[in-house]
Nanobody, 129 residues
Framework: QVRLVESGGGSVQAGGSLRLSCVASGYFRILNNCMGWFRQAPGKEREGVAAIYSGSGSTYYSEVVKGRFTLSQDNAKNTVLLQMNSLKPEDSAMYYC?????????????????????WGQGIQVTVSS
């Protein structure tokens, strides 16, 4: 059984930073598998934020977070980290960690929720103006 647990969410003022963590447990190892972060605001569709595949050293970002968010991974801890800087009120959403066996594919696949098989419960991020 694969379990993904997010942490690090909360409330911050615009311009601030937060770091989200996602720990994978069970038989799943993040090494050489695709890990992603998605978010969903009330009344909106879930959207891809960032993804990472250690097999090729590739990271993928949505245009709206590129340059502000950085995704990395700690293979020893089986954890992915999403550093979010220069946060804006429109970044407020429930953030979900996701995983799938194998590569992320291209940029479109990497940020597509349909690609991912395993999901965390989500964690709230609120950015006030």
């Amino acid at each position: 059984q694969v379990r993904l647990v997010e942490s690090g969410g909360g409330s911050v003022q615009a311009g601030g930073s937060l770091r989200l963590s996602c720990v994978a447990s069970g038989y799943f190892r993040i090494l050489n598998n695709c890990m992603g972060w998605f978010r969903q605001a009330p009344g909106k569709e879930r959207e891809g934020v960032a993804a990472i595949y250690s097999g090729s050293g590739s990271t993928y970002y949505s245009e709206v977070v590129k340059g502000r968010f950085t995704l990395s991974q700690d293979n020893a801890k089986n954890t992915v980290l999403l550093q979010m800087n220069s946060l804006k009120p429109e970044d407020s959403a429930m953030y979900y960690c996701a995983a799938v066996v194998g590569s992320c594919g291209g940029n479109l696949d990497a940020l597509s929720s349909g690609k991912f098989r395993f999901w965390g419960q989500g964690i709230q991020v609120t950015v006030s103006s």
